[in-house]
């Protein structure tokens, strides 16, 4: 061994070693035991979910006995006979409750998108405390369930002879969808610089021109959002059209039609589940189209509250 073998070596040797490289830290998410874990939950969520969904697919082509006697089997067979029944049944037709309901979501949805739009624009503009204790109160409302209102609302539409009428069931139903509109509009228009504001005073346009010509345009996230929630909202209710509207006004929507189905001693399941299924279909696609823009109408304002 060279001398200069030696040197190299033994400066080796009196060098102090290396560090370590850094353990990388364990992501929570790859810890195998909460992906049990969270695997299990979903699961649960989704059997709890898919479950009824299920039923209601497979009762609607089954008869009355094999439905009593086997509601989650496919024993009796399939027919499609009681789905050719319910669109023809001679005591609900659902067309004509279709026609109804989309009529009161169209309505709604308008009504709401013209009050609640420019009451958020009002309350997100101003900087006073008055406006900001109006919006804790119009979010407090989201909180109040709506079947909690409908017997001091039926009080209220027979004073005003509105009971059991069109105008009488939107206005209630336009009221129940303002405070979340309204809080949600008002996170969304805060996220808008007000230099688009000033831009627009300076062109001669006033506060009511300033929001429909400019901020309007630019909500149209938020606005999607809470059409498609107004929607369902409106679709899937029956307390409130049951209650407000009641039978002898002989207006039905897809969901108090069902109503119909059920007797005071029996309940004829061949005309339930059909119908049941009809009145949901068009909302399950109406949902599968419009699923993105819910979820991009909620999180655009989120940045900002």
Request: aromatic share 10%.
């Amino acid at each position: 061994m060279t001398t200069a073998t030696r040197t190299v070596a033994s400066a080796d040797l009196d060098s102090p070693p290396p560090p370590a490289a850094p353990t990388p830290p364990k992501r929570a998410g790859r810890d195998p035991l909460r992906l049990v874990l969270r695997a299990l939950v979903l699961l649960v969520v989704a059997v709890v979910m898919l479950v009824p969904l299920y039923l209601l697919l497979v009762n609607a082509f089954k008869d009355q006995q094999d439905i009593l006697a086997d509601p989650f089997g496919l024993s009796g067979g399939l027919t499609l006979d009681h789905l050719g029944a319910a669109l023809q049944n001679p005591r609900f037709s659902i067309v004509k409750g279709y026609a109804i309901t989309v009529l009161f979501v169209v309505l709604v949805n308008v009504f709401s998108v013209l009050l609640a739009g420019p009451a958020a624009y009002v309350i997100a503009r101003s900087t006073k405390r008055l406006f900001r204790v109006l919006m804790v109160f119009f979010l407090a409302g989201t909180f109040i369930p709506s079947q909690v209102l409908v017997i001091p609302v039926v009080y209220v539409l027979k004073t005003l002879g509105l009971m059991g009428t069109i105008p009488g069931y939107v206005l209630f139903e336009t009221t129940l969808t303002l405070p979340f509109s309204i809080f949600l509009y008002a996170g969304f228009i805060r996220t808008v610089p007000r230099d688009l504001d000033q831009a627009a005073a300076l062109d001669g346009c006033g506060r009511i021109r300033t929001f429909w010509r400019i901020i309007f345009p630019l909500m149209r996230p938020a606005v999607a959002t809470m059409v498609i929630l107004n929607t369902f909202s409106v679709w899937n209710d029956f307390v409130n059209p049951q209650t407000i509207l009641g039978p002898s006004s002989g207006l039905y929507t897809v969901t108090t039609g069902i109503y119909a189905a059920v007797g005071q001693y029996q309940t004829d399941y061949t005309v339930v589940f059909p119908t049941l299924l009809l009145a949901i279909a068009p909302l399950l696609v109406f949902f599968v189209i419009m699923q993105r823009h819910i979820i991009s109408g909620l999180t655009a304002g989120s940045t900002k509250g």
